[in-house]
């Protein structure tokens, strides 16, 4: 190992270790300051600092060192880097004042940026210990997280315009259990921030408020944001960020551009965390109630976004939320009652594992945690712990969310099978495998216990055999009862699958004799069937030659007795013609002959006509009366013909 030696070293003591998102620099946290340390270049064959020294010198940069100097009873309540990877590095300090600082590592003696979480005029009226009067009602801000940029528009940061801009949303939780908001973007102006939302109304509502004791709050990287709150008492709270419904008080303000609606926290489900073992007491055997408490820090897996761990002054516990899923699927359905989130929530539980356990007898000093972190490694992501001893744990962890039951026999992950019908009744909602599943499904398990660094503070044997009596119990009902249990459902289960392939077998016996019986019909059936095919055939060439000589006798008229037909037809048609025109003709003779008759009248003709138009009249009546003649012989003609 190396060691990084600081050039400039805190006054102050240092209770945390955190590392920037850039892993560039570590903050060192106390309770009366706070100073980055900046790590040293990597070079060489395996990548360590400075090529491979025992000890590195490092530089240091004291943050707000000035302020804390000068402000005796101010203390740090919580500091953690702003999420970003591509700003220059800054830093964020909660102090007992009530007040969230932001701080560049350029500029570290100077706020960026400050937002006053209560009203200065309240902070001044001090009682003992130079406490505020709102810290002895708990209404002081204990811790705050970063949730994942979302956009926003610009004037909930406080800017004019309708614009919307990506901002982190920031969560600060007080230490009465309530839960304020605004959003954080350093990227934008810095002279104004966004207005303080809250507190956040948490449903279902309850009397306490959810604890009195909240020390800790964390922001999962899921979409809707899923926070988890703690408190001293060992209470995990999940609760779901949801848009907020517009009640009438808001609709009044509707008008205002910077009302925004308030986000609501619906309290997926709550966890209690088993801070202390619970041992036994005496002969009762009876696990004796532990009032033991202490602050809680919860910490992201960077490699599970849906799993998060907790660290205290009595060991380690892992978290892992397997209903994000089913979680995602309601949000996306059309569901309107989010009420029926409590439902949800009871169907499928998280599982919680005590992975070490640094305080396992009453007697024992806790052995508090000062630095935890995950790391890549070739076997899997690894654990690493450092208690105040600078006692290095490590444990292995599994890359994802696992159930607190062990893997079964039947279960496959190959992808590549081919998906059967049984396969996808095993998967069903009311398997056999999910009950056996729920049955191994283990509520406690024995933690990773760790011993004491000194010799001489030895347990007593009475503490001692609690403790065995403690891990016998734990192996007793959750490991040895609950395979005597699984054994007895799988024993049914087989005696009954027995007399299912008993009945099963007989059954396939009759459907053989049965497919038997039916193949002998069906070939009786089929040579039945040549027969009728053979007579049908007989039948069919029969009535071929009936219809071809049908159709032989029928009055079928050639091509020149249609035209025949044709010609007969248009010589009909001239006749009408004809005969309407002779019907014409003598209609003008007899219209001729009266004129005549009336010419023989001893009337003088009123016109005397000369020799030359006489005639001409003359050869005209000649060549009609010659033209009618000809027309009365084709007609004869036309009739002969016809009579013929």
Known sequence: FQTLLCINPPLFEVYQTLLSPTHHHVALIGTKGLMVLE???????????????????????????????????????????????????????????????FYSLKVPQTPVKVIALSDTEEETLTIKKGRAYTASLGETAVAFDFGPPVPVPKNALGQRGREEVLAHPLYILYENGETFLTYVSLLQSTGNLGKLLGPLPMHPAAEDNYGYDACAVLCLPCVPNILVIATESGMLYHCVVLDGEEDDEQSEKSWDPRSDLIPSLYVFECVELELALKLASGDEEE?????????????????????YHCTHEAGVH?????????????????????????????????????????????????????????????LGP??????????????????????????????????????????????????FERHIRSILQRSSANPFLLKSANKDAAPPPEECLQLLSRATQ?????????????????????????????????????????????????????????EAKEKQEDIMNRMKKVLRSFHSQLPVLSDNEKDMRKELQAIHDQLQHLSNAIRQVKMKKEYQQKKMEKGTSPRKPSITLSAYQSKCIQTVLKEEGEHIREMVKQINDIRNHVNF
């Open 382 to 431: 690894t654990m690493i712990c450092i208690t105040n001893s600078y006692e290095c744990i490590t444990r292995p962890l599994l890359s994802t969310v696992h159930p607190a039951f062990p893997a079964l026999l039947c279960t496959k992950d190959d992808q590549d099978a081919a998906v059967s019908p049984l396969r996808i009744l095993a998967e069903s909602e009311h398997s």
């Open 474 to 530: 734990v192996f007793r009902e959750e490991y040895i009862l609950k395979q005597d249990l699984a054994k007895e459902e799988i024993q049914q289960r087989v005696k009954l699958l027995w007399e299912q392939k008993k009945k099963q077998l007989e059954d396939l016996n009759y459907y053989r004799e049965e497919r038997k019986s039916l193949r002998e019909m069906a070939e009786r059936l089929a040579d039945k069937y040549e």
């Open 39 to 101: 790590l040293p270049k990597r070079w060489g064959k395996n990548s360590e600092f400075e090529g491979g020294k025992s000890t590195v010198n490092c530089s240091t940069i004291p943050v707000a060192e000035r302020f804390f100097t000068s402000s005796t009873s101010l203390t740090l309540k919580h500091a953690a880097w702003y999420p970003s990877d591509t700003l220059e590095p800054h830093i964020v300090l909660l102090t007992s004042d009530n007040t969230v600082r």
């Open 318 to 378: 892992s978290v892992g939320l397997t209903w994000l899923n089913k979680l995602h699927e309601f949000l996306k359905s059309d569901e309107e009652d989010k009420d029926s989130l409590q439902e949800l929530g009871a169907e499928q539980k998280c599982f919680v594992e005590h992975i070490l356990c640094t305080k396992p007898l009453p007697c024992r000093q806790p052995a508090p945690i000062r630095g935890f972190w995950i790391v890549s490694d070739i």
């Open 287 to 307: 696990p004796l109630e532990s009032d033991f408490s202490c602050p809680i820090k919860l910490h992201r897996d960077p490699k599970c976004p849906s799993r």
